[in-house]
């Protein structure tokens, strides 16, 4: 399956900001799909992932009561709503597919990254 990252972009701290996942080839029915965001100089991070179809949600601690996962397996779209969006929250944000929870960064399957910047 190849993925694609939509809805990055410039957003003032305390914002809201969607991010979508899609297949770009392929479809994202049976994988566990995941949320993962790199900041400049720091390691991958893992921010949520979602299983199929979509009983099972686990969230990163620094995001946790911010950050909403969802998928639609109609339209074969993974969302990302990001609530009370902080500084530190930028990043370039990945979507990845796995084969089983928790999503990994080892997962087989990444999109190509979204930039997502929070200003003050």
């Known amino acids: 399956v190849q993925l694609q990252a939509y809805g990055g972009g410039l957003v003032q701290a305390g914002g809201s900001l969607r991010l979508s996942c899609a297949a770009s080839e392929g479809t994202l029915s049976y994988y566990y799909m995941g949320w993962f965001r790199q900041a400049p100089g720091k390691e991958r991070e893992f921010v949520a992932g979602?299983?199929?179809?979509?009983?099972?949600?686990n969230y990163g601690d620094s995001v946790k009561g911010r950050f909403t996962i969802s998928r639609d397996n109609v339209r074969h779209t993974v969302d990302l709503r990001m609530n009370s969006l902080k500084l530190e929250d930028t990043a370039i944000y990945y979507c990845?597919?796995?084969?089983?929870?928790?999503?990994?960064?080892?997962?087989?399957?990444w999109g190509p990254g979204t930039q997502v910047t929070v200003s003050s």
């Open positions: 990845a597919a796995d084969r089983a929870m928790p999503v990994s960064r080892s997962a087989p399957f």
């Open positions: 979602i299983s199929w179809p979509g009983r099972n949600k």
